[in-house]
């Protein structure tokens, strides 16, 4: 009878610990949330009879946005942007991750902890430093925006995608690939159907570190291409500093949209592995 009412008691603890995490969601996700929604389907009415603004139910927002060509363009070139900055670190990471997680080269973590180092920077700094080293080579944003923007997103972007691919190659099962080999597979057989399907959790979570917050970034695209390449998270701070709170609303709601779609695919992917396994 103690037993069972000691039981009760721990567990009852245990739910009080779930109060202040309760508390942060309300106030710092879902209260934000529901204030850009609001803002994104209300807009605001000045009466001219007593100059007073009032906020109406109003789907203006939606029409700005998908009437207005130059907002589509930044939505197309940040999309663009965001995937090849996305193909080009998981080209240069998926190497160099499975090369440092190879313990005869990397027996004490040194090398990606040499990776990894840029992260503890300044992200300002960072990108400062990069332009200043383009520049130097010659690559500045008044003649090549698009390419010092691309090299900025992967110089700063890269870290985050050899992190998850390392941790995931440090857990391959080894044994499957000397079997595949001993079987007569060729080296590009035993890297496409057995080292790519095992790296799949890993590759998922590269990508939606790179591509999503590409998107949203707007200080490297800034600094680095000079003011010339406006991506969506420009555009989305150009409203609210220009007080067009509703349109803005209804671009990060536009956002917050695409985040859902991407952790969707990748809930999809994990889903297929752990039913698949790694054939």
Not at 10 to 39: D, E, G
Not at 164 to 178: A, F, I, N
Not at 206 to 230: H, N, Q, R, W
Not at 258 to 269: D, E, N, P, W, Y
Request: with cysteine; hydrophobic share 50%; aromatic share 12%.
């Amino acid at each position: 009878m103690k037993s069972s009412k000691a039981k009760r008691f721990i567990t009852l603890q245990r739910k009080y610990l779930c109060i202040p995490y309760i508390i942060f969601l309300l106030l710092f996700i879902i209260a934000p949330i529901l204030i850009i929604v609001f803002y994104a389907f209300t807009y605001e009415v000045v009466d001219p009879v007593t100059n007073v603004a009032s906020l109406h139910l109003s789907g203006q927002a939606f029409l700005n946005f998908f009437t207005d060509w130059s907002k589509l363009n930044v939505l197309i070139v940040s999309l663009f942007i965001a995937l090849i900055t996305t193909l080009l670190c998981l080209l240069i990471g998926f190497p160099l991750a499975y090369f440092l997680a190879d313990k005869k080269v990397n027996r004490n973590a040194v090398l990606i902890t040499l990776f990894i180092a840029p992260m503890w920077i300044n992200f300002v700094l960072r990108t400062g430093a990069t332009r200043d080293l383009l520049t130097w080579m010659g690559i500045n944003g008044g003649t090549h925006p698009y390419l010092a923007t691309i090299i900025g997103m992967v110089q700063n972007y890269l870290p985050f995608v050899i992190l998850p691919l390392y941790t995931t190659m440090t857990k391959l099962d080894k044994s499957q690939v000397e079997a595949a080999r001993d079987l007569g597979a060729n080296p590009g057989q035993v890297f496409f159907k057995n080292i790519i399907p095992q790296a799949v959790p890993g590759i998922v979570s590269a990508c939606l570190m790179t591509f999503m917050p590409t998107m949203s970034s707007y200080v490297i695209s800034d600094t680095l291409s000079e003011g010339k390449i406006t991506l969506f998270g420009n555009y989305i701070e150009l409203e609210f500093t220009n007080k067009a709170w509703n349109d803005g609303s209804f671009m990060a709601l536009v956002m917050l949209v695409l985040i859902a779609i991407t952790m969707v695919i990748s809930q999809r992917f994990s889903k297929d592995e752990k039913d698949g396994g790694a054939w």
